[in-house]
C-alpha cells in the first residue's frame, strides 16, 4: 500500500482479458504495462480470506452500532505499562491494553493490544495523538517505539504519541499467523512466483506471452488457496474480529482509556492509516480532535466493492511516477543515475535499455552465483522491484545501481537486495476481506455469504467536530490525489486537503519544509492551510549537494524540523525494506546474513 485491469478475478475472465500494445515495442507507457501486469496478479491476495471464511460458522452484522454499551468483564480496558524490550530513546515505554474481541458481542473473549507511548516533553499536555503507519500490516508499535523521537518534532512537543499494533499484525493478540514457523513459510515459496514474480515478455499481445502469465496465475491462485486452508486450520475462529471497524473502535476505546470519556480523538495515519482514520472520523464524528491522513486511499471502493477492484483506482498515478523516475535519472549525473548514459539523456532511452534487460531475463534469467543465497535473477523480479521502488523515492538512486550493475552482467547487489522476497502472512487479507463486501456471484470466487462481526459501508460526509488535515502527493503511485480530493470533497468543510508536488506514496516520501510546518501547526495550533494548497520538497531522489547549502541559511527552529524530516523519512524507508525484503530465516539461522 499500486490500471489497464481486468475487472473480475474468475479464471474465465482473466483469460478473456485483452492485452493490446499500440505503443510499440519501448514505448513510455510499456514498463509500467509489465508492472500493471505483476499488480494484477496481486489482486488475488485478497481473495483467500474469502475462502477461509467458508470454514467458520459466522452470524454477521452488517450495520454500525454504538458501542456505549458498558464493558462488564473487569479486565478489559486493563492498560500496563513497562520498559520496552529493546533498547530506546529516553520518554519511550511499551505497553498493553486488554480490548474486547467483539465490541457487540463481550462474551466472545478479550484480545490484547500491544502499545508503544513517547512521552510529551512539554506542559500543558494535549492529550494523545494515535498512530497508524500502515498495511494492513504495519506496526504502529514500532513507529512509535523507533520513530517517536522524530515525530514529535511533527506534531509538536505537546501530546504523548501511542503507537499500537492493530488486530493480528505484529505483538497484539491473537496474531495472524498462518504457517507454524517463518523457515516453514520460506520452503513454501521458494522459487515460486511468490518469489519469483510473475514473468511476461514486452510483446504482451503475443498468445505465448498471454497463456505463459495465465499458467502463473493458475499457480498463484493454488498457492493461496493452500496458504488459506493453512490459516484456517492454524487460526480458526479469531480472524472473524479484524477488521477496519473494529480497529476504529479500538482507538475510541483507547482514547477513552487513556484520556477519558469526554476526550476528543488525536490521530495520524498513513496509507492503510487513512482507510482506519476515515472510519474512525465517520464512526464516530464527535470525538474527532485533531486527526490528519497522508496518502489517502478511497475509502468508499474499499467499503463498497470486493477488493479485487480496488487496484484500478490504486496505481492510477504509478505510470506518471515511474516517467517522473526516468526523468529524474535523466537531469542527474550518470555517477549518480547509471542507468543514464550523459546527463540529460533521452528518458524514452533509458526505458528501452530497461525493456531490452527485461526481454533477455524473459527469454533467459540471469545465474547469480555469489548472491548471499545464490540463485537467478527474472524479469518478473525486476518488475515487482521497479512497482516497490516508484513508492519510495530515496531508493531511486540505490535501485538505480544495482539494476544498472545487473545490465552490465553482475546480479549479486540486485539478487541480495531482491530477496529472498516472500510473501508475508496474511494479515492484510485477515483486514480486507473483513471490510469488502462479498461479490455479486458465489462463481466468482468461493466466499462465505458473511464473514466478521461488523463492517462499516459509511456514509463518509458527516460533519465533524473539528476539521481534518488531509495530505496526498501529485504523483502517488499507490494512492492517487483524486482519492485525497474525493475524501475532502465527501467531508467538504469538514476538512483541507494539502498537496505535495512531488512522486512518491505518502508526503513523507521526500522531505518537505512546507509540509512539515503545515503538520506541526495544525496538531499545535489547529491551524489548517487554504484548501488544496501546494507544497513543494526540498529534496531530489538522486541527491544533490545544494541541500545542505539550502539547510545553512534556515532558521534553527526550520532546519531542525527539515533535518527531522528527512530522519523520519530514512527510517521509514528502512521500515519498509524490512518490510519488503526480510531477509531469509534460513540465512538467519546459518549466520550467513
Known amino acids: 500500500m499500486l490500471s489497464g485491469l481486468t475487472s473480475g478475478m474468475n479464471m474465465e475472465s482473466y483469460e478473456k482479458a485483452s492485452y493490446n500494445s499500440s505503443n510499440g515495442k519501448h514505448g513510455h507507457r510499456q514498463v509500467f504495462r509489465y508492472l500493471r501486469t505483476f499488480v ?139 504457517f507454524p514457523s517463518e523457515v516453514l513459510r520460506e520452503f513454501f515459496v521458494s522459487n515460486t512466483v511468490f518469489e519469483q514474480g510473475f514473468t511476461v515478455s514486452s510483446n504482451l499481445s503475443d498468445p505465448g506471452t498471454r497463456e505463459h502469465l495465465i499458467q502463473q496465475y493458475r499457480q498463484f ?122 546527463k540529460n539523456e533521452d528518458p524514452k532511452l533509458i526505458e528501452a535499455r530497461i525493456d531490452e534487460f527485461l526481454d533477455m531475463l524473459y527469454e533467459t534469467p540471469m545465474p547469480v552465483p555469489r548472491a548471499n543465497r545464490p540463485g537467478f535473477l527474472t524479469a518478473g523480479g525486476i518488475r515487482a522491484l521497479l512497482l516497490i521502488s516508484v513508492e519510495t523515492p530515496l531508493l531511486w538512486q540505490r535501485v538505480s545501481n544495482y539494476l544498472a550493475a545487473a545490465m552490465a552482467g553482475d546480479g549479486t547487489e540486485l539478487l541480495n537486495f531482491l530477496g529472498p522476497r516472500y510473501a508475508s502472512d496474511l494479515e492484510r487479507l485477515a483486514v480486507t476481506c473483513l471490510d469488502s463486501p462479498p461479490p455479486a456471484s458465489a462463481s466468482e470466487f468461493p466466499t462465505a455469504d458473511e464473514l466478521g462481526p461488523e463492517r462499516f459501508t459509511g456514509t463518509w460526509n458527516h460533519t465533524l467536530n473539528n476539521p481534518i488535515l488531509i495530505v496526498s502527493n501529485t504523483a502517488d503511485p499507490v494512492t492517487p490525489l483524486a482519492s485525497g480530493r474525493l475524501v475532502n470533497t465527501l467531508l467538504s468543510d469538514s476538512s483541507r486537503l494539502l498537496i505535495q508536488n512531488s512522486p512518491g506514496h505518502c508526503s513523507l516520501g521526500l522531505a518537505s519544509l512546507c509540509t512539515m510546518k503545515a503538520y506541526r501547526a495544525y496538531f499545535v495550533n489547529g491551524t489548517l492551510p487554504p484548501n488544496e494548497f501546494v507544497c513543494e520538497v526540498d529534496e531530489s531522489p538522486f541527491p544533490k549537494e545544494e541541500f545542505s547549502h539550502e539547510v545553512k541559511v534556515l532558521s534553527e527552529e526550520d532546519r531542525e524540523l527539515l533535518t527531522s524530516g528527512r530522519a523520519l523519512e530514512q527510517w521509514m524507508m528502512s521500515e519498509k525494506l524490512k518490510g519488503m525484503f526480510t531477509p531469509s530465516p534460513m540465512l538467519l539461522k546459518r549466520n550467513i546474513l
Not at 41 to 67: E, M, N, P
Not at 93 to 102: K, N
Not at 122 to 136: A, R, W
Request: aromatic share 10%.
Open 40 to 178: 494484477l496478479c496481486l489482486v488475488g491476495l485478497h481473495l483467500c480470506l474469502q475462502y477461509i471464511a467458508q470454514t467458520f460458522d459466522i452470524k454477521a452484522l452488517w450495520t454500525i452500532r454504538s458501542t456505549t454499551e458498558k464493558l462488564d468483564s473487569h479486565s478489559i480496558g486493563t492498560i500496563e505499562w513497562f520498559d520496552c524490550d529493546v533498547p530506546v530513546a529516553p520518554r519511550i515505554d511499551c505497553g498493553t491494553i486488554v480490548v474486547p474481541l467483539d465490541y457487540l458481542n463481550h462474551s466472545v473473549g478479550t484480545g490484547t493490544l500491544a502499545l508503544a507511548r513517547y512521552k510529551a516533553t512539554k506542559s500543558p499536555k494535549k492529550g494523545t495523538v494515535f498512530l497508524n503507519p500502515g498495511g494492513p500490516g504495519g506496526s504502529g508499535v514500532k513507529f512509535a517505539r523507533d520513530g517517536g523521537s522524530i515525530v514529535a518534532r511533527l506534531v509538536g512537543p505537546y501530546h504523548d504519541l501511542v503507537g499500537f499494533d492493530p488486530r493480528g499484525i505484529g505483538q497484539t493478540v491473537p496474531k495472524v499467523q498462518c
Open 221 to 342: 491462485l493454488v498457492l493461496k488457496k493452500a496458504q488459506a486452508e493453512l490459516c484456517a486450520e492454524n487460526m480458526g475462529d479469531s480472524l472473524k474480529y479484524m477488521g477496519t471497524a473494529t480497529v476504529a473502535r479500538d482507538i475510541d476505546f483507547m482514547a477513552t482509556v487513556i484520556d477519558g470519556e469526554d476526550t476528543f480523538i488525536n490521530f495520524f495515519g498513513g496509507s492503510y492509516g487513512s482507510i482506519s482514520g476515515a472510519y474512525l472520523v465517520n464512526m464516530f464524528p464527535n470525538r474527532v480532535g485533531r486527526i490528519s491522513i497522508d496518502g489517502v486511499a478511497n475509502p468508499v471502493l474499499w467499503a463498497d466493492k470486493p477488493s479485487q477492484y480496488w487496484h484500478r483506482d490504486w496505481i492510477a498515478s504509478s505510470e506518471d511516477t515511474f516517467i517522473m523516475f526516468l526523468a529524474d535519472c535523466s537531469k542527474a549525473r550518470p555517477d549518480l543515475c547509471p542507468l543514464a548514459r550523459s
